[in-house]
T-cell receptor, first 113, second 114 residues
Framework: AQSVTQPDIHITVSEGASLELRCNYS??????LFWYVQSPGQGLQLLLK??????LVQGIKGFEAEFKRSQSSFNLRKPSVHWSDAAEYFC???????????FGTGTKLQVIP | DTAVSQTPKYLVTQMGNDKSIKCEQN?????MYWYKQDSKKFLKIMFS???????INETVPNRFSPKSPDKAHLNLHINSLELGDSAVYFC?????????????FGEGSWLTVV
């Protein structure tokens, strides 16, 4: 069965600092991997996704993620965080034939001035 | 225009009542979903429909019954509401049911059962 682990429940960074959110997945082969962002009171929005090919994926809002097969990881990064990036971030995996996506428990990002 | 819209956004109701949440997508997608997000932000799929046909039905109590009158609509009816049903319910859609498609979420319906 597929699963996703986000080890950090809550992360606080200063505005302008770099960010890395961790995500580890469990699946025998390479699954489809996603990062979604949820702003307070809103639904989830896709930041980026990985299927195959280049292991460094660029997304919206200046985010990128790197797939590392050897570590079963798909960490999300941003070189310089803005106050508007404060939100909940969800890593997700889909390894099945149908679109049955499993979400991680989320990482809440707080940005301080 | 909102791509995936759901109503109501907030719903407070008493235990034992029956309530419905409506969802519509104007993206022309074939596949729609209902997700439940609990108080700890854990997001779990409940149902998925593809062209009005049920394709995913997770372990959800029978009190929850989805209905898809057409592929642009997927409503969720809940009978005999319980305290544990309090959560945020998200409707979503994707182009089709194949793995890897981007899922587009509605803004959520906050259900509180008292």
């Amino acid at each position: 069965a597929q699963s996703v682990t986000q080890p950090d429940i809550h992360i606080t960074v200063s505005e302008g600092a770099s960010l890395e959110l961790r995500c580890n997945y469990s699946y025998g082969a390479t699954p489809y991997l996603f990062w979604y962002v949820q702003s307070p009171g809103q639904g989830l929005q896709l930041l980026l996704k990985y299927f195959s090919g280049d292991t460094l994926v660029q997304g919206i809002k200046g985010f990128e993620a790197e797939f590392k097969r050897s570590q079963s990881s798909f960490n999300l990064r941003k070189p310089s965080v803005h106050w508007s990036d404060a939100a909940e971030y969800f890593c997700a995996v889909n390894a099945g034939g149908y679109q049955k996506v499993t979400f991680g428990t989320g990482t809440k990002l707080q940005v301080i001035p | 225009d909102t791509a995936v819209s759901q109503t109501p956004k907030y719903l407070v109701t008493q235990m034992g009542n029956d309530k419905s949440i409506k969802c519509e997508q104007n993206l022309g997608h074939d596949t729609m979903y209902w997700y439940k997000q609990d108080s700890k932000k854990f997001l779990k799929i409940m149902f998925s429909y593809n062209n009005k046909e049920l394709i995913i039905n997770e372990t959800v109590p029978n009190r929850f019954s989805p209905k898809s009158p057409d592929k642009a609509h997927l409503n969720l009816h809940i009978n005999s509401l319980e305290l544990g049903d309090s959560a945020v319910y998200f409707c979503a859609s994707s182009q089709d049911s194949r793995s890897g498609n981007t899922i587009y979420f509605g803004e959520g319906s906050w259900l509180t059962v008292v």
